[in-house]
C-alpha cells in the first residue's frame, strides 16, 4: 500500500498517538466515562440555560426510561425529526442508552421526504419539532409509526424567552389533542413509570444511528453508522485537532443531522468534556452576536460560515484572541478564501488559521485535517490516526503512484457499516482489495504527496467534458476565488451545440463591490491568464448570494437545474 500515510502524526504534532485503542461500548457509555471525570462542568448552554453534565446524564436516563415505558426496544429505530435542542441530544443518546437506533431527519425536511425517511427505517416513534407537526400529521397513517413525541424550541428556553417565543413564533403552533401525539412535558413524565434496568452493554458493531447523505446530487441514503464510528470519530478528532481542552466552549451550530454537528459539534465536544454552546437557528446576520456574547475557542463549520465572517463589518477591530481551533468541512474551502480567513482571524487577535478538513458521511464526517501549525497549499492535510487513505484509478481497485490523480479511497474504524436496505450500492461503495482490506471508495478526484498530504480535486460527478477534455470546476474556481474583487465562486457545465458542454461561473462579490462592465473584463483577463484556453468559462454571471443545500454546501446542482429550465424555456 504505497500510498497509506507514510509520515507519521508525530512528526507534525507534539504528543499525539499514531495508534488509539477503541473501546467495544456505546456512545452512551463513552459520554457517561467523560461526564464521571467531570461531572460538574457545563455540558451544554443554551441561550443561557446551563446544564452540568451530571444533569444531563440524568436527564438521558429519564428520557431512556419513557422510552422503554413506550415499549422501545433494543434495535428498534426512532427518528429524530429535530434542530439543535436540549431535548433532541438527550433524545439521540437515551435512544443509544437502551441500544435502540436514532433515524436522523432534517426538520424542514418535505412530506415525502419524512415519509421515506420513517418507512425506510422502519421508525416507530418520532421525535420532532412541534413546527413540524402538520406534515407528520398528513403522513402518520402512511408509515408505521406509533407515536409522535413533540417538542417546542422553547421547552428550554429561559422563562423570559420562553414567554416571548410564546407571544411571537409559539402562537403559529396549534396541535390538537390526538392519542398519537404526546408533548414533551407529558413524554419525560412517563420516565417514572419504568421502574426496571436498563441494560448499558451494547457493542460497537452495532447500528447507533441512520443518517443521510448530505451531498448536493444524487438520492439521499440511508448511512448505517456504529458506536465504533461515532467513538474512532471523536478519539480521533480531539488527537487530530490537537488543541481542544476541558471546559472549550464550542460553537455548535452544524445541524444535528448531519455528521458533521453530530459527530464532531456534539459527541467529540461532550467526549473531551467541553461546553456545547447549541442554537436550534443560525443566521449568519447574527453570527457576530453569537461571537460576541459567548466567545467561543472553537468554531467548526462550512466554508458559507467563514464567508459570512468575512461580509460582517460588526467584528471590524473585535478582539478574536479567545478563538484556538478554526475547523472548516462540509466543502471544498479554495486557497484563495482561506487565505483571506487567515488574514481576518490573524488581523482580529486570533493566534491560530482555518483547517480544512475533509471526509463524507460514509466514515460519519472528518477522516483528514489540516496540522494545527502547519499548511501546504491546497491540501486537506492528513490522515486521522489508524485512518487510510490511497488513491486509485477511478471505479477499479488498482492503486496509483504518489502525485497521480484518482479516486480517494479511505479505511479506517470510522468507515460506515453500510447503506441501509441498498445492497447494491453498499457493494459499490465498500470493495475489497488486494491488500485484503475493505475500503469505502468516496466518489471524489485527488492525488496524494509523498509524505501523506491528501489534495482534494473534485466529485467525479462534477468534472466537465468538453470536445474531449475534462475540466474541473473546483480548479476554475479557484482562480476565479483568487481574484481580488470575488468573493466566492460556483462552476457548472452547461450544453454547447458542438462542445458537449462548457463552463459557466456564478461569482458572489466582495461586500460593497458592484458588478459592472468593468469588473466583468477583469474576471475574464484573469481567467485567461491563469487557465488553459479550453477551460476558460464560455459565460459569467453575478450574483448576490449562491444556492445552499439544507447543510450548508453550495447547491451547485440547483445552478444547473436553473440553466436546463432557462433552455426549455428558450426552446418553447
Not at 208 to 219: F, K, Q, R, V
Request: proline share 5%.
Amino acid at each position: 500500500m504505497n500510498n497509506n500515510v507514510k509520515t507519521p502524526w508525530y512528526s507534525f504534532y507534539d504528543g499525539v498517538r499514531e495508534h488509539l485503542d477503541y473501546p467495544d461500548n456505546s456512545l452512551y457509555e463513552l459520554l457517561k466515562e467523560s461526564a464521571d471525570r467531570h461531572p460538574e462542568y457545563t455540558s451544554y448552554n443554551y441561550f443561557g440555560t446551563k446544564n452540568t453534565y451530571k444533569g444531563l446524564l440524568d436527564r438521558i436516563d429519564k428520557c431512556a426510561r419513557a422510552f422503554k415505558s413506550l415499549g422501545v426496544a433494543a434495535g428498534d429505530k426512532v427518528s429524530i425529526c429535530m434542530p439543535n435542542t436540549p431535548e433532541a441530544i438527550i433524545s439521540f443518546y437515551a435512544i443509544n442508552m437502551i441500544g435502540a437506533v436514532a433515524n436522523m431527519i432534517h426538520p424542514l425536511s418535505a412530506e415525502p421526504e419524512i415519509k421515506t425517511f420513517l418507512n425506510l427505517s422502519e421508525s416507530k416513534f418520532i421525535v420532532a419539532i412541534d413546527l413540524a407537526y402538520n406534515k407528520i400529521d398528513h403522513i402518520f397513517s402512511e408509515t408505521g409509526l406509533r407515536s409522535a413525541i413533540l417538542v417546542s424550541v422553547a421547552d428550554s428556553m429561559p422563562i423570559h424567552m420562553k414567554c416571548l417565543y410564546k407571544l411571537t413564533k409559539g402562537r403559529k403552533v396549534s396541535i390538537p389533542k390526538s392519542d398519537r401525539i404526546i408533548m414533551w412535558n407529558d413524554f419525560i413524565g412517563l420516565g417514572d413509570k419504568f421502574t426496571g434496568k436498563i441494560d448499558h452493554c451494547h457493542k460497537g458493531a452495532e447500528v447507533a444511528a441512520i443518517l443521510y447523505s448530505g451531498g448536493t446530487s444524487g438520492d439521499p441514503k440511508g448511512i448505517e453508522l456504529t458506536n465504533l464510528n461515532f467513538n474512532a470519530l471523536a478519539m480521533q478528532g480531539i488527537e487530530a485537532c490537537a488543541c481542544l481542552n476541558e471546559k472549550d466552549k464550542i460553537l455548535s451550530i452544524m445541524p444535528i443531522f448531519h455528521g458533521f454537528g453530530l459527530g464532531i459539534c456534539i459527541h467529540t465536544a461532550l467526549y473531551k468534556g467541553m461546553e456545547a454552546i447549541i442554537l436550534p437557528q443560525f443566521s449568519i446576520n447574527t453570527f457576530h452576536t453569537l461571537i460576541k456574547k459567548y466567545k467561543p475557542n472553537v468554531i467548526a463549520g462550512v466554508p458559507t460560515l467563514y464567508e459570512a465572517l468575512l461580509k460582517n463589518k460588526k467584528l471590524d477591530g473585535y478582539d478574536l484572541s479567545f478563538l484556538r481551533c478554526v475547523i472548516s468541512g462540509g466543502d471544498s474551502l479554495s486557497i484563495s478564501l482561506k487565505n483571506k480567513i487567515d488574514d481576518f482571524l490573524h488581523s482580529h487577535g486570533a493566534n491560530t488559521q482555518v483547517r480544512e478538513g475533509y471526509g463524507l458521511t460514509e466514515c460519519v464526517t472528518g477522516s483528514c485535517l489540516t496540522p494545527i501549525n502547519y499548511y501546504r497549499e491546497g491540501s486537506i492535510g492528513i490522515p486521522y490516526p489508524d485512518t487510510y487513505y490511497k488513491i486509485v484509478s477511478p471505479q477499479t481497485t488498482k492503486e496509483l503512484p504518489y502525485g497521480e490523480e484518482g479516486e480517494i479511497v479511505i479505511n479506517g474504524p470510522t468507515v460506515m457499516k453500510g447503506y441501509l436496505k441498498d445492497e447494491e450500492e453498499t457493494t459499490k461503495a465498500l470493495r475489497l482489495h488486494e491488500d485484503g482490506l475493505i475500503w469505502l471508495h468516496t466518489g471524489d478526484l485527488g492525488y496524494m504527496d509523498e509524505d501523506g498530504f491528501v489534495y482534494f480535486k473534485q466529485r467525479l460527478k462534477r468534472v466537465i467534458v468538453s470536445s474531449g477534455y475534462n475540466i474541473y470546476p473546483q480548479y476554475i474556481e479557484n482562480i476565479i476565488d483568487s481574484h481580488p474583487d470575488v468573493l466566492m465562486s460556483c462552476v457548472i457545465g452547461i450544453d454547447h451545440p458542438y462542445k458537449t458542454q462548457v463552463a459557466k461561473a456564478f461569482i458572489v462579490l466582495k461586500n460593497g463591490i458592484s458588478p459592472d462592465v468593468g469588473k466583468l473584463n477583469s474576471i475574464k483577463a484573469h481567467c485567461e491568464k491563469n487557465l488553459a484556453k479550453y477551460s476558460w468559462p464560455f459565460e459569467y454571471e453575478f450574483r448576490e448570494e449562491l444556492p445552499k443545500t439544507l447543510v450548508g454546501k453550495v447547491a451547485y446542482n440547483e445552478l444547473v437545474k436553473e440553466e436546463t429550465q432557462k433552455k426549455w424555456r428558450e426552446i418553447s
